[in-house]
């Protein structure tokens, strides 16, 4: 088994992957190559496969059928290591209501064995502009800090693939904004993201590249003209002809 320490990838490679549960199909072949220093957006309709995708980019689902290559290797090759390799914010913040700001981020840093712990965290806690309510129980959070403590659990260990599902969820404007810089940050650094979002505003001009998501099927966005919401509904009209 390697270690998180001992573990790097630029490029995470889904091969013709589907995913089933039952006689439902959440995921239908789906193949998506991301690399380092790049933000992927996965949009698409409720239901449509965005969260199973990230799921099994996380290792947290198995697929049925195809793969997922991190770097040259698939996770049941890399170990339980690759996971501390791997951020993820879903839908479910995983934090403790009843610990303040800074115990979460502390928490969750040595669940992954971040060294230099006290410094990590107050990297977090500037990133997500939390310095003044580091002493406050989430549970007294509103919405968009919770959300953006989240955000701050999920990168606090410097994850290589970071994986976001509706990250600008209650998220004023400021708060929206702080995100795009955040994440655009990451890409400086060579992260590689993928976020799943119904935010087509805020996602034009950050993502590097925009993948449809319908009924489990992947299918590039194409550049050009008109707002990143019009080429999508261009790619969905186009695929149902």
């Keep these: 088994m390697t270690s998180a320490s001992g573990i790097d990838f630029q490029v995470v490679d889904v091969r013709d992957v589907s995913r089933h549960y039952g006689r439902r199909r959440a ?20 239901g449509a496969g965005k969260s199973t995708l990230l799921n099994v980019l996380s290792t947290l689902s198995r697929t049925s059928s195809g793969d997922v290559r991190y770097g040259d290797r698939t996770a049941a090759e890399w170990g339980d290591g690759l996971r501390g390799r791997i951020g993820v914010l879903g839908h479910d913040l ?3 209501a009843e610990l303040t700001v800074q ?15 006290d410094a990590r965290v107050q990297v977090a806690l500037d990133a997500g502009r939390l310095i003044n309510r580091r002493h ?16 701050e659990r999920a990168l606090l260990h410097q994850p290589r693939l970071a994986l976001l599902d509706e990250p ?9 904004s702080l995100l795009v810089a955040r994440l655009s940050a990451l890409r400086a650094e060579g992260a590689i993201v993928v976020m799943a979002t119904h935010d087509f505003e ?4 950050l993502v590097d590249r925009a993948m449809s998501v319908i009924d489990g099927r992947l299918a590039g966005v194409e550049a050009g003209e008109g707002s990143l919401r019009e080429r ?4 969905v009209q186009g695929s149902r002809l």
């Design 232 to 235: 999508y509904r261009r790619a």
């Design 202 to 205: 805020t996602a034009d001009g």
């Design 94 to 96: 995983f934090l403790y």
């Design 136 to 151: 406050d129980r989430a549970s007294t959070l509103s919405r968009g800090l919770r959300q953006r403590l989240a955000v």
């Design 27 to 46: 995921l239908a072949r789906a193949s998506l190559t991301c690399r380092a220093g790049e933000i992927v957006g996965l949009f698409g309709p409720n």
């Design 168 to 176: 600008f969820t209650g998220l004023d404007d400021e708060s929206s």
């Design 103 to 117: 115990e979460n981020l502390e928490f969750f840093g040595r669940l992954h064995g971040v060294a230099d712990l």
